[in-house]
């Protein structure tokens, strides 16, 4: 559970809100004792800080700032939008007018992953923050006509055979071609990034807001880590440039995934009905190692280390934020599916230190269709079909 | 189902499930194949020359009595022209060491190779385990480690060898990989992850200095798993008994991620290493951390770099609690505006306060402030961190302060001894608060400081 109640606190007698000194604090909050408003206006103030960049003074008349606001359903994007859609109304009665608008995208993954929310909840979401502009998009969209990516075919295990599938055909032959767990959700969360990137250019989007909490960046840089890309680290965690030419900022970086739970139910009218719980058991430890993710994994180990060590947390963060690109990565060729930027002779999982076979090294080099180490260990297949 | 022929010869009935990638493999195949996987690792980094006098740090396990084996192999079958000497250090734990001594004794006769063994006690006029006694199970790892780094060293240029290789395994390499992430500590990240590491001989005129001497890790890549068979398919003597004195927090939840994410996907192992390979590459003012895939520079030997192997760990007791509780205090610091940067390097010792997270001996000036920043991370510029190496001005090992860690230990060990007799409640002290022993530490630390510096 979210922080210590106040109640339990050891003597058994109720502690004022170390802030404002005057409410009954409810919660324990790090190591304050915080009343609900101040609670409140804590998460506020931490998620605001980081968008500094995009006060109200810094636009210019003539142009408004569009930001794309990708929305899963979970506790943090539901919790984002809330604030940032709280945050716009304080600017628009003080000034008249906001530092940036915000279009919010949902991307259906029913095709390729049965526990994903309904539509009802976008309509519900829509009625309750009327004044934004919403879209929703289905991962398969990457294959349609209409988007023609032209490399993404080539992860398709059979080209040819598969060029006059539906677009949802061709992504369920792709999910389908895959050897684990592990690999449909780390190819499933790279396509939709892919996807999210494309509709922020097209809808003319500065940049995205990703609802990442402190909790969910640490669980991402390690399990990153884990699945081979730490050379990409910098592109799926940090504030600002991303390797895509949209800014990729979180605004809740500062922010731990149990404080949003918190927040979500303390917020009035609580945002619970607007949140979909993915069928119960997801954090349960899922020990049948076949259906679970390193991601999963991740993802207990840091709700458990969030419970008793959340500073160790908000520490994986900051310390990933101080890792560095080379300026000049950007220019670099690209991973066919994660589109990150690979340096040269790092293509594939052959040809280091690590590759114990002889003369597999230059295989690949040249051809259009290349991987980055990780979404090679993710696309087996195809990497028996490049040897 | 009929029997599955090895996935290699084609011929021979399969009876090992490969640990690194699931193939099934006969025997011979699979020792062919890990012996050739560990030539390739050394061929291809040029981890040896002809002729180079090796010290292998041996311990009796698993890891380093495979490695002196497969050495032993390697360098007849393919004429590498070493000569292959064993190095053991007894820190001086009852009941562990022993009999683990025993066992690196059997295998100098198996192997043919000579042996040296030296002693903490002989080093340093302490054991482990009067360590032990003296400062509690918490925190001994820190001694053992920064002990053992130092007195392999002094043994290998005692035996006028330039060169010690360790038993480390891909493991122990992805479990520091996570550590180092979960701690924070880019850095030792970049150093760690390197194959070769190297004390640099230019502090040092004197060619038979201790500060002179190459390391190298040629398991590396090597699954502790696959250790564990090549060592059981080759009947070979080794002492399987963990260290009795248990690793800590960080270093204990670190291996139990690496051991899960293992079950889910046997490449992740080597897929963590990769990262530290290649995360060594980001970090601010790293040009040395190639993660080893330059062959240009050799990064600097880490000062206190854990030896155990597959228990080093190098921080102070219940360091996860401590750590939180250091971080938790700074971030309140830094939100509630109390901090003051103090620019005085008289004052290091307080500035410091922020940095004794995981050490508590002295750290380099540079990262003073560095974790401080908390909220404001992202907006403050980033800043090289790269270490100065010099010499401890007291024994002469390299070191980035001008007393080195072992001589910082050892002040706070030799100081408290003779009190400890009269002195009643210190122990009990000592045990109930992890910081009690970080204050005594920091007492001998002020006086260190305040004295020449």
């Given at each position: 559970m979210p922080g210590?109640?106040?109640?339990?606190?050891?003597?058994?007698?109720?502690?004022?809100?170390?802030?404002?000194?005057?409410?009954?604090?409810?919660?324990?909050?790090?190591?304050?004792?915080?009343?609900?408003?101040?609670?409140?206006?804590?998460?506020?103030?931490?998620?605001?800080?980081?968008?500094?960049?995009?006060?109200?003074?810094?636009?210019?008349?003539?142009?408004?700032?569009?930001?794309?606001?990708?929305?899963?359903?979970?506790?943090?994007?539901?919790?984002?939008?809330?604030?940032?859609?709280?945050?716009?109304?304080?600017?628009?009665?003080?000034?008249?007018?906001?530092?940036?608008?915000?279009?919010?995208l949902f991307v259906d993954t029913s095709t390729v992953d049965g526990n994903v929310p309904r539509d009802h909840l976008l309509h519900r979401i829509q009625e309750r923050y009327p004044t934004h502009a919403y879209h929703s998009a289905a991962l398969e969209h990457l294959f349609s006509v209409a988007s023609p990516d032209i490399t993404l075919s080539n992860l398709l295990p059979n080209a040819a055979a598969s060029a006059d599938l539906s677009p949802a055909g061709k992504l369920t032959a792709l999910m389908d071609s895959l050897g684990s767990a592990t690999a449909r959700a780390d190819v499933i969360a790279t396509l939709r990034t892919r996807l999210v990137v494309a509709r922020a250019k097209a809808l003319d989007c500065e940049g995205i807001v990703w609802g990442d909490s402190t909790t969910k960046l640490a669980e991402k840089t390690l399990a990153e880590?884990?699945?081979?890309?730490?050379?990409?680290?910098?592109?799926?965690?940090?504030?600002?440039?991303?390797?895509?030419?949209?800014?990729?900022?979180?605004?809740?970086?500062?922010?731990?995934?149990?404080?949003?739970?918190?927040?979500?139910?303390?917020?009035?009218?609580?945002l619970t009905p607007l949140i979909?719980?993915?069928?119960?058991?997801?954090?349960?430890?899922?020990?049948?190692?076949?259906?679970?993710?390193?991601?999963?994994?991740?993802?207990?180990?840091?709700?458990?280390?969030?419970?008793?060590?959340?500073?160790?947390?908000?520490?994986?963060?900051?310390t990933t934020a101080k890792l560095q690109i080379a300026p000049e990565a950007a220019s670099r060729p690209r991973c066919t599916l994660c589109n990150m930027p690979v340096e040269e002779g790092r293509f594939g999982i052959h040809g280091w230190g690590g590759d114990q076979e002889d003369g597999l090294e230059t295989l690949s080099s040249g051809s259009s269709t290349q991987f980055c180490y990780g979404c090679t260990r993710s696309l087996p297949s195809i990497n028996v079909a490049g040897q | 189902m009929p029997p599955s022929p090895c996935a290699l010869c084609k011929i021979n009935r399969a009876l090992i499930l490969r640990p690194k990638d699931h193939s099934k493999l006969c025997k011979p195949c699979f020792i062919s194949v890990f012996e050739t996987e560990i030539h390739h690792t050394i061929t291809t980094n040029a981890l040896f020359h002809r002729g180079e006098k090796i010290a292998i740090g041996a311990s009796g396990g698993k890891d380093s009595t495979v490695l002196a084996s497969v050495l032993k192999t390697l360098n007849e079958r393919y004429d590498y022209g070493l000569e292959l000497i064993l190095l053991s250090i007894d820190e001086g734990i009852r009941g562990y060491?022993?009999?683990?001594?025993?066992?690196?004794?059997?295998?100098?006769?198996?192997?043919?190779?000579?042996?040296?063994?030296?002693?903490?006690?002989?080093?340093?006029?302490?054991?482990?385990?009067?360590?032990?006694?003296?400062?509690?199970?918490?925190?001994?790892?820190?001694?053992?480690?920064?002990?053992?780094?130092?007195?392999?060293?002094?043994?290998?240029?005692?035996?006028?060898?330039?060169?010690?290789?360790?038993?480390?395994?891909?493991?122990?390499?992805?479990e520091t990989v996570l550590m180092n992430l979960l701690r924070g500590d880019l850095p030792r990240l970049s150093r760690t992850t390197s194959i070769i590491t190297s004390t640099p001989s230019a502090v040092s005129a004197d060619p038979d200095s201790?500060?002179?001497?190459?390391?190298?890790?040629?398991?590396?890549?090597?699954?502790?798993?696959?250790?564990v068979l090549y060592a059981h398919h080759k009947s070979l003597d080794y002492f399987s008994t963990e260290c009795i004195y248990s690793p800590e927090a960080f270093r204990g939840s670190a291996r139990a991620l690496i051991k899960n994410l293992e079950r889910v996907r046997p490449s992740a192992i080597l897929d963590v290493v990769r990262s530290g390979e290649d995360m060594a590459k980001l970090v601010p003012g790293s040009d040395e951390g190639c993660g080893g895939t330059c062959s240009t520079s050799i990064p600097l030997a880490e000062e206190e770099e854990g030896g155990c192997g597959s228990s080093a760990g190098r921080t102070v007791g219940s360091d996860m609690a401590s750590m939180e509780q250091q971080l938790s205090q700074n971030e309140n610091v830094s939100e509630a505006g109390l901090e003051v940067e103090i620019t005085s390097k008289r004052v290091d010792v307080m500035a410091q306060r922020h940095d004794r997270l995981t050490d508590a001996v002295p750290l380099p000036p540079r990262k003073k402030g560095q974790k401080v920043k908390g909220q404001g991370a992202?907006?403050?510029?980033?800043?090289?961190?790269?270490?100065?190496?010099?010499?401890?001005?007291?024994?002469?090992?390299?070191?980035?302060?001008?007393?080195?860690?072992?001589?910082?230990?050892?002040?706070?060990?030799n100081k408290s001894r003779p009190k400890n007799a009269i002195e009643l409640g210190y122990e009990e002290q000592e045990s109930e608060t992890p910081k009690a022993e970080t204050t005594n530490m920091t007492n001998g630390m002020n006086k260190v400081q305040l004295g020449p510096g």
């Open positions: 210590k109640h106040g109640e339990d606190a050891e003597d058994g007698v109720a502690q004022l809100c170390r802030r404002c000194r005057e409410n009954t604090a409810v919660l324990v909050v790090r190591t304050d004792p915080l009343c609900k408003e101040c609670f409140l206006k804590y998460v506020h103030t931490k998620t605001i800080k980081r968008l500094e960049t995009f006060r109200v003074r810094n636009v210019p008349s003539d142009q408004q700032r569009k930001l794309l606001l990708p929305i899963s359903f979970g506790v943090s994007s539901v919790s984002l939008l809330h604030i940032l859609d709280h945050h716009l109304k304080t600017q628009q009665t003080k000034t008249r007018r906001t530092g940036f608008v915000i279009i919010v880590t884990a699945k081979g890309r730490g050379f990409a680290l910098p592109w799926h965690v940090t504030d600002g440039d991303s390797a895509f030419d949209v800014t990729f900022n979180y605004p809740l970086r500062d922010v731990l995934k149990k404080e949003l739970v918190t927040y979500s139910t303390l917020v009035e009218p609580p979909h719980n993915p069928t119960s058991g997801a954090t349960q430890p899922n020990m049948s190692s076949k259906n679970t993710t390193i991601d999963d994994l991740m993802k207990q180990y840091f709700e458990s280390v969030e419970e008793n060590f959340p500073s160790i947390v908000s520490n994986v963060v900051r | 060491r022993d009999d683990s001594l025993e066992t690196v004794k059997r295998n100098a006769e198996q192997y043919e190779m000579p042996l040296t063994i030296l002693g903490y006690a002989e080093l340093y006029g302490w054991t482990m385990d009067q360590v032990v006694e003296q400062v509690g199970k918490k925190g001994n790892c820190t001694y053992c480690g920064v002990f053992r780094r130092q007195a392999l060293d002094r043994g290998a240029a005692r035996l006028g060898v330039k060169h010690v290789v360790t038993g480390h395994n891909a493991d122990d390499v992805a201790h500060t002179n001497i190459k390391r190298s890790k040629p398991l590396k890549y090597a699954y502790e798993k696959e250790i992202a907006f403050t510029p980033k800043k090289a961190t790269k270490q100065v190496m010099g010499q401890c001005k007291r024994c002469g090992y390299l070191s980035s302060q001008d007393i080195c860690k072992a001589c910082v230990l050892l002040e706070g060990l």
